[in-house]
């Protein structure tokens, strides 16, 4: 599975200004805060997306508005 992470950060103007901040692929080798395996990459459908926000520097504070889960394409 590929993830992508796009930001807009002209809050929708003109359509947006869309840029990609990150991405990973999922195969299954990802590591845990103590250096084990995950277990394989999760290729099922699922009903369910859950974010997590580790490690925000200075204790910061993540925001999210106007966003969306999309299948983008199968590898």
Avoid: C, Q
Wanted: proline share 3%; hydrophobic share 35%; aromatic share 10%.
């Amino acid at each position: 599975m590929k993830l992508e992470a796009w930001v807009d950060r002209t809050d929708g103007k003109d359509g947006g200004t869309w840029a990609k901040v990150h991405e990973m692929v999922d195969r299954g080798d990802w590591l845990d805060k103590d250096g084990k395996n995950t277990g394989p990459a999760y290729l099922a459908p699922a009903t369910s997306v859950f974010f997590r926000n580790d490690e925000l520097e200075n204790g910061g504070e993540a925001r999210y508005k106007s966003w969306s889960i999309r299948e983008i394409a199968a590898l």
